[in-house]
């Protein structure tokens, strides 16, 4: 069973930095890719950042130089370090899971985690 376990989120000041973790289980990084999308209150799902199975990455022009995407295999966890925030990257952030390991779309979601930043 797939589950995935997004965490990390917060309030943060303009300019500020939070790294979310996604936990994943019954997911091998080997074969499928993962994502992480956001949606601001009033707003639809924003694609942010995917990596592939083969250790590429990318990333909404919106958050390229500012985010970056990883992940531990070991740990079969994903992370979205995010720095410099600014005052519209203010979502609930999920992660997701792709349907194999160099595809963009989603087949699986986690619960999300929610990212504040305010003055």
């Known amino acids: 069973e797939v589950q995935l376990v997004e965490s990390g989120g917060g309030l943060v000041q303009p300019g500020g930095s939070l790294r979310l973790s996604c936990a994943a289980s019954?997911?091998?990084?080997?074969?499928?890719?993962m994502s992480w999308v956001r949606q601001a209150p009033g707003k639809g799902l924003e694609w942010v950042s995917d990596?592939?199975?083969?250790?590429?990455?990318a990333y909404a022009d919106s958050v390229k130089g500012r985010f970056s995407i990883s992940r531990d295999s070991v740990k079969n966890t994903v992370y979205l370090q995010m720095n410099n925030l600014k005052l519209e990257d203010a979502a609930v952030y999920y992660c997701?899971?792709?349907?194999?390991?160099?595809?963009?779309?989603?087949?699986?979601w986690g619960q999300g985690t929610q990212v504040a930043v305010s003055s």
């Open positions: 997701a899971k792709g349907p194999c390991g160099w595809c963009h779309g989603y087949d699986y």
């Open positions: 019954g997911v091998s990084f080997s074969s499928s890719a």
């Open positions: 990596i592939y199975n083969h250790g590429a990455t």
